[in-house]
């Protein structure tokens, strides 16, 4: 589902050497926790795989895509067939939970009708059907944090990428989080949750990767180990 094979990314600006020669592979349907240690390249990982950045060297491969033949203006519908959810919420502080959702439906075409029934049986499944006419400010860290869980799979997914969802949430909201990110993945979505909250994913089905960055010394950027 992804594939890093022999990847290099160097950023000019600071140049942090990020990922040097980095192969990885996660597999349809698994449920990935990437980890290391702060500036190993978790976030630059996950922008690599949204084709926010470019690499240097190597293929990134993505549902059976090479990133590299995607053309600019075939990104934004590259795009839609990743849910994201990020450590900041990016609610629409004037809009309800519901509004906030639909929108992302209706900027990927979906129409008003079929988003009611999606959103309604996604704001079940998530747990916050009754928070749907709240607006952001209402809300709690943990159920904004939902809601922006909803808005990333409106859109069926086959992958869901999340950047330090728990950056934000309290511990208890963090674990809970966590569990819905197993909920999503039983539902046969990819998920891969970029980490350095290890303790409230404890006891989930998922598989860690940790990634080694050595930016400060470069010895062995971007190599990678499996489940420690
Ligand atoms: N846009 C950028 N321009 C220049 N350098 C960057 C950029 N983004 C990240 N870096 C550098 O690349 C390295 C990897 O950063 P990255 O954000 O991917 O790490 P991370 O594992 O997500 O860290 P954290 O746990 O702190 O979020 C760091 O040295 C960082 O300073
Ligand atoms: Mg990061």
New binding site residues.
């Given amino acids: 589902m992804i594939e890093f094979e022999q990847v290099f990314k160097r950023?000019e600006?600071?140049g942090?050497q990020?990922f040097n020669g980095c192969s990885a592979l996660i597999e349809k349907g698994e449920f990935v926790l990437l980890t290391?240690?702060?500036?190993?390249?978790?976030?630059?990982?996950i922008?690599l795989i949204l084709k926010e950045?470019e690499p240097d060297g190597g293929r990134i491969r993505v549902m059976g895509q090479d990133l590299s033949t995607i053309l600019p203006k075939q990104i934004p519908r590259y795009r839609r067939r990743l849910g994201v959810v990020f450590q900041e919420f990016y609610l629409i502080p004037d809009r309800t939970v519901y509004e906030n959702v639909e929108l992302a439906r209706q900027i990927a075409g979906g129409s008003r009708k079929s988003s009611r029934t999606v959103i309604a049986s996604l704001f079940s499944l998530l747990g916050i059907a009754d928070l749907h006419r709240k607006y952001p400010r209402e809300l709690s860290g943990g159920e904004k944090q939902k809601v922006c869980l909803a808005r990333a799979l409106v859109n069926y997914p086959s992958i869901l990428l999340a950047?330090?969802p728990t950056g934000n949430l309290s511990p208890a909201e963090s674990e809970e989080l966590m569990r819905l990110f197993a909920l999503v993945h039983r539902q046969g979505i990819t998920v891969v949750v970029?980490t350095?909250d290890k303790r409230s994913a404890e006891g989930l089905a998922c598989r860690e990767m940790r990634?080694r960055?050595g930016?400060q010394d470069g010895q062995d950027a971007g190599t990678m180990s499996d489940g420690q």
């Fill in positions: 950023y600006t600071t942090a990020v290391g240690e702060s500036g190993a390249g978790k976030t630059t990982f922008r950045t950047d330090e970029a350095h990634l960055g930016v």
